[in-house]
């Protein structure tokens, strides 16, 4: 893939880390999709991609509706060709809850869109990439996925969202089809920053919860989308990269019984 101006696909890429994430791929040199619910902001987004000067465009898509999903990927290869990267970053976040004070109701919605959505999306694409034998696929889990915080929804969804990235890389390498997750740590994104100003999250809390003494930038997640998306990586498939300056080393180290 080296070379020649790939075509990536994003969901959930009108704003944040997804935001991020395709600003830094049409800088690459890439020509960006991106998927959302969010037609004004996605359009917005467009926008500044192409006062930048990379080229991007918007297409609606809601993760959790299989028809959406599908009519997503049929479109754009209909219209700009066969996709070369695909990444899952949309998804819906969940405040910390004891899981009797979780409604179900607000749990299923979180599958449907953490793990669910991803599931349809990988079940669109990697067929087509396979038959073609070329493509990377990358998934946003979270370090929430990686150890136990108190989200009871959240973090078994992005798990199962570890667990597929490893079978599909399994069962895609032999097509030359690559598939790795990123697990951001406490990203300073303007929904926190939102947060941080309401006085609902500590920001000096999250930061000293962290080896390195500082949050994750949505650029950090996009680098490593980047790198991974990238030939450099082409011999990495399956792993799940923590971006996260180090929350999850500091918190097993920090509770050693001395
Ligand atoms: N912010 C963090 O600290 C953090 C940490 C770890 C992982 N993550 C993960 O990063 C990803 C992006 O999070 P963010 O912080 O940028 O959040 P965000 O809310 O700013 O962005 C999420 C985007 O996904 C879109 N989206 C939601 N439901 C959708 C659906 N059904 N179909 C299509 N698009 C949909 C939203 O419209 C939005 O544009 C998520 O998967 C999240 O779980 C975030």
New binding site residues.
């Given amino acids: 893939m080296s070379g020649e101006r790939r075509l990536t696909a994003i ?9 991020t994430t395709a600003r830094r791929f049409a800088r690459g040199g890439d020509e960006v999709v991106i ?4 037609d004004d ?1 996605g359009a917005e987004t467009v926008a500044a991609i192409e006062a930048d000067g990379g080229s991007a465009v918007y297409r609606p ?4 509706d299989e028809d959406s999903v599908t009519g997503f990927v049929e479109a754009i290869e209909r219209d700009h060709g066969p996709i070369d990267v695909f990444i899952n ?5 969940q405040d910390g809850l004891a899981i009797e004070d979780l409604p179900i109701k607000e749990h299923d919605r979180l599958w ?3 793990y669910r ?1 991803v599931y349809l999306c990988c079940r669109a694409i990697a067929p087509r990439m396979k038959e073609r034998q070329r493509g990377v696929i990358g998934n ?5 996925g990686i150890a136990p915080y108190m989200v009871t929804a ?1 973090s078994p969804a ?1 798990t199962a969202v570890i667990s597929l990235t490893e079978i599909l890389a399994a069962e895609c390498g032999p097509h030359n089809v690559r598939v790795n997750a990123v ?5 300073h ?4 920053q939102g947060r941080f100003d309401a006085g609902v999250r500590d920001k000096d809390r999250m930061e000293r919860s962290a080896a390195l003494g500082t949050m ?1 930038e ?1 650029r950090d ?1 996009a680098e490593a989308f980047w790198f991974l998306c990238s030939d450099r990586a082409r011999a990495i498939t399956g792993v799940n990269l923590p971006v996260d300056c180090g929350v999850l080393v500091a918190n097993s180290y920090n509770a050693f019984p001395r």
């Fill in positions: 969901t959930g890429a009108a704003r944040g880390i997804g935001e998927g959302d619910m969010l902001v898509l809601d993760v959790t970053n949309a998804g819906v976040m449907d869109v953490d959505g946003v889990a979270s370090m929430f959240y992005k697990s951001p740590g406490y990203v994104t303007p929904m926190m994750t949505m997640v």
